[in-house]
């Protein structure tokens, strides 16, 4: 049975990657600080003997005794709203904490993994977005704390891997979706959702003509498995190609929901990209992966959890 740390594994999508992996007959623990990930996320997965968990910050010094196979560093707030509101933790993450689990990699000879973003890209010029693609970044915008963080993180990989011959990956994952994110997370799916059911105005910045592509949860962990045992090591894609304006997607769920929310326009926040889509032709190619749930199944699963939770 192989092992596999994963820092922000109590957060949205380092839970659903614990669930998956576990079912594939992996060994997993989880290193969590706990800022933006939660212990109910996690808590159906205590009494599996797969599983473990340590509260600590992956900025700090990292200490695991188990032998490891695989390292997959998840460790940042992702929202605008978190990153924002902690700048310096998520400047944190990417730079130290990236050092640190390379180095827990380095020291146990395992596969490292890094959680890169779509952010990378910044205010992309090019549209769909290819790995080959810099990025059009304002580095001292308010994004930036995470943009840059990542794209920090993603070079420090890279030199691990040409110097010390690490296995190393990077997903830069595109909008994701699904059960788990928090309804005060600040990201378009949560926060439409969470005004559809409550019948309060749907808020849509700027025009509405920006544009997201939005990737299922499920879909998203398969393809980041898929990389993880994969022979790449340069950046790829992990995210849903059909692209869909903001507006048009709060109608969606306003519909889907069956809400009697009015749509409300609100200034656009600074540095919001103007567009984001995936050019997901290496995943295809390389690792035979692309997503199967469609935008209606997956907000309509999204909504009823909501709706439950």
């Known amino acids: 049975m192989k092992t596999i740390l994963i820092t922000g594994g109590a957060g949205f999508i380092g839970s659903h990657l614990c669930e998956f992996l576990i079912a594939k007959g992996y060994k997993v623990i989880v290193m969590d600080n706990l800022i933006t990930g939660s212990l109910k996320n996690i808590s159906h997965l205590t009494k599996n003997k797969n599983f473990s968990f340590i509260e600590a910050d992956a900025s700090e010094h990292i200490d695991v005794e188990e032998k490891l196979d695989f390292v997959l560093h998840f460790a940042s707030p992702a929202s605008p709203i978190d990153y924002q509101k902690s700048p310096i933790q998520t400047l944190k993450a990417g730079s130290l904490g990236t050092h640190n689990t390379l180095g827990v990699a380095l020291a146990k000879k395992a596969t490292y993994v890094l959680a890169s973003t779509s952010e990378v890209y910044g205010d992309p010029l090019v549209n769909p977005q290819p790995e080959t693609y810099w ?5 001292i915008g308010v994004r930036g704390c995470y943009d840059e963080s990542k794209r920090f993180a993603e070079a420090l990989v890279m030199a691990y891997h040409r110097v010390h011959k690490l296995d190393t990956k990077i997903a830069r994952i595109f909008n994701t979706y699904g059960p788990r994110m928090r309804k005060d997370d600040g990201r378009v799916v ?31 962990v398969e393809g980041i498995r898929k990389l993880m045992i994969s022979k790449l090591y340069e ?5 849903n190609p059909d692209e869909h304006a903001i507006l048009e997607f709060a109608e969606t769920i306003k519909k889907l929901s069956g809400s009697k929310s009015k749509i409300i ?12 889509c995936p050019d997901i032709s290496k995943a295809r190619k390389e690792l035979k992966w692309e997503p199967k749930i469609d935008l209606k199944r997956g907000l309509i699963e999204t909504i009823n959890w909501f709706r439950a939770n």
């Open 135 to 139: 990025g059009n970044v304002n580095s």
């Open 190 to 220: 949560p926060n439409f959702i969470t005004q559809a059911l409550s019948n309060k105005p749907i808020t849509v910045y700027g025009e509405g003509k920006q544009t997201r592509s939005f990737c299922y949860v499920s879909d998203l």
């Open 235 to 239: 950046p790829v894609n992990i995210g």
């Open 265 to 276: 326009f609100k200034k656009l926040p600074e540095d919001d990209p103007h567009k984001r």
